[in-house]
């Protein structure tokens, strides 16, 4: 295992571009949700700091919270600024027209997610949705999901998720809907087991499960619930095919944690930005091991999607 250290990228670069351009060196492009503003903050400034590309994630729920044509100029505005490659997904998309209304605003690609419906209906709903917003932005990039990895990025009592999708529904699934790249259910889960928060547990994935997916899906893939995941299987599912990874609850832990230390830290202080500041920057820390992590290239490398 090595780090890449090349940065090519920069804000004129597409995430498509982008995407390739990680594939063929072996890394993973990191996707990070974010529900306010100091969390957007605490990922920018990641990316600032490793001058690394970043996908920033809003599901439905967080998009209602932030806004969503509010998110968009805010996104905008950090890539313009900083140059950097720093991309925007709808996360989670359940239906037609909150991916339009996505792709309309300027998001850079939505996860159009029917994945609770049957295969040959969430088949139907993202072939839809994908014709949809491809009208609206050719260039957006648009991910389908199957598998059942259970829902939300919170602290479960118990494990969550059905049966893991398997090569021939891949292929099907993409060749069916015209998705640019495919979340399948390869072990992964959403959220974390306390055990997972105190770092007593990890979670594993089916790494042989992902290369046969990646071949017989052939397009980019993308691991959902990646928060607790184990360090090497990783590395190992980036090198097996796994082109995003998306990670919420660990930041939502560090939000968490952080915002409770610095409250305590003086009951007096009211000032927003003197309390929030150091929960920009405990957020950034997970953001940035992340990141550096999903560029350290495995030595079982293999071929790429162009
Ligand atoms: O779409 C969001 C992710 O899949 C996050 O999952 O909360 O387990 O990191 P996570
Ligand atoms: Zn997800």
Same mark, same amino acid.
Request: glycine share 8%; net charge negative.
């Given at each position: 295992?090595?780090?890449?250290?090349?940065?090519?990228?920069?804000?004129?670069?597409?995430?498509?571009?982008? #995407?390739?351009?990680? %594939? !063929? $060196?072996?890394?993973? +492009?990191?996707? =990070?949700?974010? /529900? *306010? &503003?100091?969390?957007?903050? @605490?990922?920018?400034?990641?990316?600032?700091?490793?001058?690394?590309?970043?996908?920033?994630?809003?599901?439905?729920?967080?998009?209602?919270?932030?806004?969503?044509?509010?998110?968009?100029? #805010?996104?905008?505005? %950090? !890539? $313009?600024?900083?140059? +950097?490659?720093? =991309?925007?997904? /709808? *996360? &989670?998309?359940?239906?037609? @027209?909150?991916?339009?209304?996505?792709?309309?605003?300027?998001?850079?690609?939505?996860?159009?997610?029917?994945?609770?419906?049957?295969?040959?209906?969430?088949?139907?709903?993202?072939?839809?949705?994908?014709?949809?917003?491809?009208?609206?932005?050719?260039?957006?990039?648009?991910?389908?999901?199957?598998?059942?990895?259970?829902?939300?990025?919170?602290?479960?009592?118990?494990?969550?998720?059905?049966?893991?999708?398997?090569?021939?529904?891949?292929?099907?699934?993409?060749?069916?809907?015209?998705?640019?790249?495919?979340?399948?259910?390869?072990?992964?889960?959403?959220?974390?087991?306390?055990?997972?928060?105190?770092?007593?547990?990890?979670?594993?994935?089916?790494?042989?499960?992902?290369?046969?997916?990646?071949?017989?899906?052939?397009?980019?893939?993308?691991?959902?619930?990646?928060?607790?995941?184990?360090?090497?299987?990783?590395?190992?599912?980036?090198?097996?095919?796994?082109?995003?990874?998306?990670?919420?609850?660990?930041?939502?832990?560090?939000?968490?944690?952080?915002?409770?230390?610095?409250?305590?830290?003086?009951?007096?202080?009211?000032?927003?930005?003197?309390?929030?500041?150091?929960?920009?920057?405990?957020?950034?820390?997970?953001?940035?091991?992340?990141?550096?992590?999903?560029?350290?290239?495995?030595?079982?490398?293999?071929?790429?999607?162009?």
């Amino acid at each position: 295992m090595m780090a890449t250290g090349t940065h090519k990228s920069t804000s004129k670069d597409t995430l498509r571009q982008v #995407l390739a351009r990680l %594939e !063929r $060196e072996g890394a993973g +492009l990191g996707h =990070f949700n974010v /529900a *306010d &503003h100091v969390l957007l903050k @605490a990922v920018v400034a990641a990316a600032a700091d490793t001058k690394l590309p970043v996908l920033i994630g809003a599901s439905e729920g967080e998009r209602e919270f932030f806004g969503v044509r509010q998110l968009t100029a #805010l996104v905008k505005s %950090e !890539r $313009e600024e900083s140059d +950097l490659p720093i =991309f925007l997904n /709808a *996360d &989670h998309t359940h239906s037609l @027209a909150k991916a339009i209304e996505a792709a309309k605003a300027g998001f850079d690609a939505v996860t159009i997610d029917f994945s609770g419906l049957p295969f040959e209906e969430n088949v139907a709903r993202t072939k839809e949705t994908v014709q949809a917003i491809k009208a609206i932005n050719p260039a957006i990039l648009a991910e389908g999901e199957i598998g059942d990895i259970g829902t939300g990025s919170e602290i479960k009592e118990t494990a969550q998720g059905g049966q893991l999708s398997t090569p021939e529904e891949a292929r099907q699934f993409v060749e069916a809907t015209g998705i640019d790249n495919l979340a399948p259910a390869v072990g992964n889960m959403h959220g974390m087991l306390k055990s997972m928060v105190q770092g007593k547990a990890k979670k594993h994935l089916d790494l042989e499960r992902i290369a046969q997916i990646k071949q017989a899906a052939g397009v980019f893939l993308t691991l959902h619930g990646g928060s607790g995941t184990d360090d090497e299987h990783f590395r190992k599912a980036i090198a097996a095919g796994i082109n995003i990874i998306h990670i919420n609850t660990e930041l939502r832990v560090a939000w968490r944690e952080s915002l409770d230390k610095s409250l305590a830290r003086d009951s007096n202080e009211v000032v927003p930005y003197k309390i929030l500041r150091p929960v920009v920057d405990s957020v950034k820390q997970v953001v940035r091991a992340r990141l550096r992590l999903f560029q350290s290239v495995s030595s079982d490398a293999v071929g790429t999607v162009a």
